[in-house]
């Protein structure tokens, strides 16, 4: 058997993980060698002043499941050739190809270590196109077992704005030229509206916040998922890359990140040109900007001619006040509501809202009940009141509306 692998020890987060490790997958595949997995490592680069756990990606992403894991190998009776050439922006080809070649024999693992990578965009749309559809298959399959639900509004289109920011892009940090103007995110914000007026649209800003250096970019339409660390929830991680992929329409930050993100995205994804994310290969649904914002908007206006949205009406809208909760409770209150076909609004305070009641539920459990419940009956009867089963009125609707408060 000939094997392939390549260490994750090249620094950063997932990003740069991720991009080490499909430098194997597409080893593999340009030269018919079998892949073995080498596992995510758990603290070998300190990120924002903490070591990451990045071993949570390996299940979610379902890399590793079936195939040939790297700890399994017998390295006593393989001849192991190092490709050890570090080139961050892809090695030559051929200069791989000669030493694959130059070991044709069985019981051989060749190893790419630290930074020695090849990336997608050395390789013709074809081999691309399979490496990417394999990555996809093994993530749906990871979510039929683990399924993560949507709060994407399925009747419109939902736009995903991957914003940088945190120390690392701070003017100090280790990754200073990477952090792009909010300017620029704003006037693509802009442009989209304009080449896209016959859709209604959902812009979600994915960032590690805070929240006060967002004011900016406050509009009914646009909802903000901030993701802060240290310390780092992964739950909320985890979320944003499925709603970054699944988005209609992803513009990237300069991250390796949300390079992966784009690739992973079947749809359409907006990139500013820099540094390293010129890899972008140039292809229809991968539109380049321009640094005021600007991207070819008769490219994205073909991109969805004839595009069909949701046309199912929602059971009604369900108010959500965000008032100064994190964006995890706002996010699960919004998949609650989506998954019963009610359509979640969220809203700063009950001024708001009119004619509508207010119920406070202390659990989890009890709101996404009262939801199910809210939805069966009013498709039902049009309810007015529901009760629990001590008699207590715990919601109430007088003008096809409902809302509820959340609790911490």
């Known amino acids: 058997m000939r094997y392939v692998t390549a260490a994750l020890v090249s620094g950063g987060a997932c990003g740069h993980r991720i991009k080490d490790g499909w430098t194997a997958r597409i080893a593999a595949?340009?030269?018919?060698?079998?892949?073995?997995?080498?596992?995510?490592?758990?603290?070998?680069?300190?990120?924002?002043?903490?070591?990451?756990?990045?071993?949570?990606?390996?299940?979610?992403?379902g890399f590793g499941a079936d195939e040939v894991q790297f700890h399994q190998l017998d390295l006593g009776g393989l001849k192991i050739v190092r490709i050890d050439k570090t080139e961050w922006c892809?090695?030559?080809?051929?200069?791989?190809?000669?030493?694959?070649?130059?070991?044709?024999?069985?019981?051989?693992?060749?190893?790419?270590?630290?930074?020695?990578?090849?990336l997608l965009e050395q390789l013709s749309w074809i081999d691309r196109d399979a490496i990417i559809s394999g990555l996809r298959t093994k993530y749906w399959?990871?979510?039929?077992?683990?399924?993560?639900?949507?709060?994407?509004?399925?009747?419109?289109?939902?736009?995903?704005?991957h914003v940088r920011r945190g120390v690392d892009v701070a003017p100090d940090g280790r990754a200073a030229g990477r952090y792009t103007v909010d300017s620029y995110f704003q006037a693509v914000v802009d442009n989209i509206r304009t080449a896209l007026p016959q859709y209604p649209l959902d812009f979600h800003i994915y960032s590690e916040g805070p929240a006060e250096i967002f004011a900016g970019y406050k509009k009914p339409d646009?909802?903000?998922?901030?993701?802060?660390?240290?310390?780092?929830?992964?739950?909320?991680?985890?979320?944003?890359?499925?709603?970054?992929?699944?988005?209609?329409?992803?513009?990237?930050?300069?991250?390796?990140?949300?390079?992966?993100?784009?690739?992973?995205?079947?749809?359409?994804?907006?990139?500013?040109p820099h540094l390293r994310v010129v890899e972008l290969p140039s292809h229809l649904r991968h539109l380049k900007s321009q640094p005021d914002?600007?991207?070819?908007?008769?490219?994205?206006?073909?991109?969805?001619?004839?595009?069909?949205?949701?046309?199912?009406?929602?059971?009604?809208?369900?108010?959500?006040?965000?008032?100064?909760?994190?964006?995890?409770?706002?996010?699960?209150?919004?998949?609650?509501?989506?998954?019963?076909d009610l359509e979640p609004k969220l809203v700063s305070s009950p001024a708001e809202?009119?004619?509508?009641?207010?119920?406070?539920?202390?659990?989890?459990?009890?709101?996404?009940?009262?939801?199910r419940d809210i939805a069966r009956l009013h498709l039902q009867n049009n309810f007015s009141v529901i009760t629990n089963p001590q008699g207590v009125v715990i919601a109430r609707s007088t003008t096809g509306q409902y809302s509820f408060q959340l609790e911490r």
Request: proline share 8%.
């Open 29 to 61: 595949h340009l030269w018919g060698l079998t892949y073995a997995h080498y596992p995510f490592p758990q603290d070998t680069w300190l990120v924002n002043g903490r070591l990451p756990d990045e071993t949570q990606w390996e299940p979610f992403l």
């Open 141 to 161: 399959a990871a979510r039929q077992r683990h399924p993560v639900v949507s709060y994407f509004r399925k009747n419109r289109l939902n736009v995903a704005l």
């Open 353 to 371: 809202i009119s004619d509508t009641k207010y119920l406070i539920l202390p659990s989890p459990h009890q709101r996404f009940t009262a939801i």
């Open 293 to 340: 914002g600007s991207f070819p908007a008769g490219d994205l206006q073909n991109l969805f001619s004839g595009y069909r949205l949701w046309k199912q009406p929602y059971l009604m809208p369900i108010y959500i006040e965000t008032g100064d909760y994190p964006t995890p409770i706002l996010d699960a209150a919004a998949q609650w509501a989506i998954q019963h």
């Open 222 to 272: 646009v909802f903000f998922h901030f993701c802060s660390w240290p310390p780092l929830d992964y739950r909320d991680l985890l979320t944003s890359f499925h709603h970054m992929i699944t988005s209609q329409i992803l513009v990237t930050a300069t991250s390796e990140f949300s390079y992966f993100c784009a690739h992973m995205n079947p749809n359409v994804t907006i990139t500013l």
């Open 90 to 118: 892809g090695l030559d080809l051929d200069y791989v190809d000669s030493i694959i070649k130059a070991h044709p024999e069985d019981n051989v693992l060749f190893y790419f270590t630290e930074s020695a990578r090849i």
